[in-house]
């Protein structure tokens, strides 16, 4: 049984991102309409959401030597100051080009706030349970996906786009009261961070590629980042156009994926724990493969409600097989929680990019089935690699 502080940690770790998820999922639904508002393109919208992208995945790395020197609790803190400054100062923007800068700018804020959150994560999943890793995840889709754009859409339904950015600014000040209580101390008697040069720096991160199926966990991570946002993107407009089903049929799907999603981070966490990366991650892409195929081929409301929720289920085992990979792996957590965000932000930037070009030349819902070669090439790789039979020095051990 937990211990109180145990606890007291987890649903700290919860509320916080939880929050932070309300936050982001507020900005993220308001931010589209608000460049719409202020005259933008269809195809401006879209650079402007690949800039913040950008943003994240360009000083992933750097955020995470940064961490790992300063620790998780500065880190933190100017991160989410800096997206709070950036917030507050969108109401006064009139020109897309301060918008696209202000973006960027969220970007490596947004970057630099979820390494230090991720890494602290890692660091108290010892004392919380490592079979709790999905429910950082769990908690913070929760915020993103379904509080934080309700919110939004309900005071941007009301024309007022100033209210939504410093609603959500206030709300990002509930994360730093709560991370300022629950950040885990360094361990007494542990070694200070190593101060890194570039070549220290790439030879650290060499040593955290090296580790038994890491590069797979990476693969894991990128396919489930790009799978999950281009099923939000592309199932609304499949649905409409090549189905001839109404509108809000649609957000049932992305729902039914969402919650199926959800429920499998806070539910087969110990299953991960038990049976290992390789075998969570072939099951997690089998999943995958048969929803992402029954996705494209599927015609009926039921079959296709089904599909979704599969794939939740499967983007649910997948990620939490890369997260118990990484939080199982020694040293520094900043540098490990700047490897995966990094995976994460490539699925996030190319997906769209490889979804788009097919959809131009197959229909949108070509787009899904187009994946499958993708889960069914790491499969390969990953089933070729040899089995989990011992942990490496310094890990955390994946049994209960």
Same mark, same amino acid.
């Given at each position: ?238 649905? +409409? ?86 939080? +199982? ?72």
């Amino acid at each position: 049984m937990q211990s109180s502080d145990a606890r007291r940690l987890l649903l700290g770790y919860l509320l916080l991102n939880a929050s932070t998820g309300i936050a982001v999922g507020m900005t993220q639904l308001a931010l589209p309409l608000f460049a719409f508002h202020l005259g933008a393109s269809l195809a401006e919208i879209g650079v402007m959401r690949a800039v913040a992208g950008a943003g994240l995945l360009l000083t992933a790395i750097p955020a995470g030597l940064l961490n790992d020197r300063f620790g998780s609790q500065a880190m933190f803190h100017i991160g989410n100051v800096a997206g709070i400054l950036c917030c507050l100062m969108l109401p006064s923007i009139q020109a897309l080009s301060l918008l696209l800068l202000a973006l960027g700018a969220e970007g490596v804020a947004r970057s630099v706030k979820f390494n230090a959150l991720s890494s602290s994560f890692y660091r108290a999943l010892p004392l919380i349970g490592v079979d709790k890793v999905g429910w950082s995840r769990a908690s913070f889709s929760i915020g993103l996906g379904f509080v934080g754009p309700l919110l939004g859409g309900a005071l941007v339904g009301r024309g007022d786009f100033a209210v939504v950015f410093v609603l959500a600014a206030a709300i990002q000040l509930v994360p730093s009261l709560i991370f300022a209580r629950l950040t885990p101390m360094r361990r007494k008697g542990a070694s200070a961070p190593e101060r890194l040069g570039v070549r220290g720096a790439a030879r650290a991160y060499a040593g955290l590629l090296a580790h038994r199926d890491v590069p797979a966990a990476l693969g894991a991570e990128a396919i489930s980042a790009g799978c999950f946002n281009i099923f939000n993107a592309f199932i609304g407009v499949a649905v +409409t156009t090549e189905l001839a089903m109404p509108a809000w049929k649609a957000g049932l799907f992305v729902g039914a994926e969402g919650v199926a999603y959800i429920l499998a981070l806070f539910l087969l966490g110990r299953l991960a724990q038990r049976h290992g990366y390789r075998a969570v991650a072939l099951s997690g892409l089998t999943l995958l493969s048969l929803a992402l195929t029954g996705v494209s081929l599927s015609s009926g409301e039921e079959v296709l409600m089904g599909f979704s929720a599969l794939l939740g289920v499967g983007l649910g085992l997948l990620n939490l097989a890369a997260a118990t990979r990484a939080a +199982t792996l020694p040293g520094e957590k900043g540098k490990v929680a700047a490897l995966f965000s990094t995976a994460v932000s490539v699925g996030i930037v190319v997906a769209p990019i490889y979804a788009g070009i097919v959809a131009t030349f197959c229909g949108c819902r070509a787009v899904f089935i187009a994946f499958v070669p993708t889960c069914l090439l790491l499969a390969a790789y990953t089933a070729s690699r040899r089995a989990d039979v011992s942990l490496e020095e310094g890990e955390v051990p994946e049994t209960a």
